[in-house]
């Protein structure tokens, strides 16, 4: 391991012990700080004496390859923080991240569905598995997504204890281990008690085979001991098809934007979006506010005295 790839380390190590970063923000981190540390090498530079215009250099050739302005941003990102721990931690006497401006993050929507569009998604979920177990287990699945707007790596890991007792709010652990409480609306708690009852049952069988009892509310047998967000994604273009929603529409994501926007679009504020979504930032959420623009001017072009037909 050369002397790049080992700092990288000690500071994904740090990362998942002083800020309880996600696996998977520290696998990001690491694939962004790869990437750079391979061009310091192909530029035949060394990090311990690399200069801002560097950086700046390598930012450019980045730019060049056609990333987006959200991938360059988030690079940037990375790399700062690992140059602010070298720094702290007197790898570094000098900072020459510090200061640099990245390109910003690209505040368009993603594509947006509709309510009837998530209607036929829900419906979908409870026809298409193998058995009437799977049909509960994929309606749950959506139900909660829908209701909750959460991260499906939230969603798929959610533990057995959070679901207990017909919650009428969720506790989820979201990024950096910051927890939030979510209200469930009356069709998920309806779907999550009828898995519960499917799940117990399947686990009940497991048990007399001797197999251990799971702590996740969707448990599997694989290395997780739960159902994986690459499963979900597929899963979720497969209801899209049997839904006749348009496949490029449909992500785990474009769900949690759903939960989102049809919130606002029927009155809730940004602050209470910020805080159901988990974001830190209320600039995250803002990306929102186009509903909002555009219930206003249906307001006023609706209300206003002076507002004419047509």
Avoid at 139 to 155: D, F, H, I, K, Q
């Amino acid at each position: 391991m050369n002397n790049m790839a080992r700092l990288i380390q000690s500071f994904l190590e740090a990362q998942a012990a002083e800020l309880d970063a996600a696996t998977n923000t520290q696998l990001a981190y690491a694939r962004d700080l790869n990437d750079f540390s391979d061009w310091l090498v192909r530029k035949l530079l060394k990090f311990e004496s690399c200069t801002r215009g560097d950086i700046e250099n390598y930012l450019i050739f980045c730019d060049a390859q056609g990333l987006a302005a959200s991938t360059r941003a988030r690079r940037l990102s990375a790399i700062k923080q690992l140059f602010r721990f070298c720094f702290e931690e007197g790898i570094r006497s000098d900072n020459p991240a510090i200061q640099i401006k990245g390109p910003g993050r690209d505040k368009r929507l993603p594509k947006i569905l509709d309510q009837d569009e998530v209607s036929r998604l829900l419906q979908a979920a409870g026809e298409m598995g193998r058995d009437a177990d799977e049909n509960l287990r994929n309606t749950c699945l959506m139900e909660l997504l829908y209701a909750t707007g959460m991260r499906v790596t939230e969603l798929v890991g959610l533990p057995d204890s959070a679901a207990r007792g017909d919650p009428r709010m969720l506790l989820i652990k979201g990024k950096g281990g910051k927890e939030r409480m979510v209200p469930l609306s009356p069709p998920a708690r309806e779907a999550l008690k009828d898995w519960l009852v499917a799940r117990d049952l399947i686990e009940e069988k497991a048990r007399i085979k001797g197999k251990p009892a799971s702590k996740f509310l969707f448990p599997s047998r694989g290395k997780l001991g739960h159902l994986t967000r690459h499963w979900f994604y597929g899963l979720i273009k497969d209801m899209s098809v049997a839904a006749n929603v348009r496949p490029d529409k449909v992500t785990p994501h474009t769900l949690r934007h759903a939960f989102a926007t049809h919130l606002l679009a029927n009155g809730a504020d940004l602050r209470t979006i910020q805080t159901l979504l988990g974001h830190a930032d209320i600039s995250s959420t803002e990306i929102y506010t186009h509903v909002l623009d555009e219930r206003l001017r249906e307001l006023v072009l609706t209300h206003h005295p002076l507002a004419r037909d047509g």
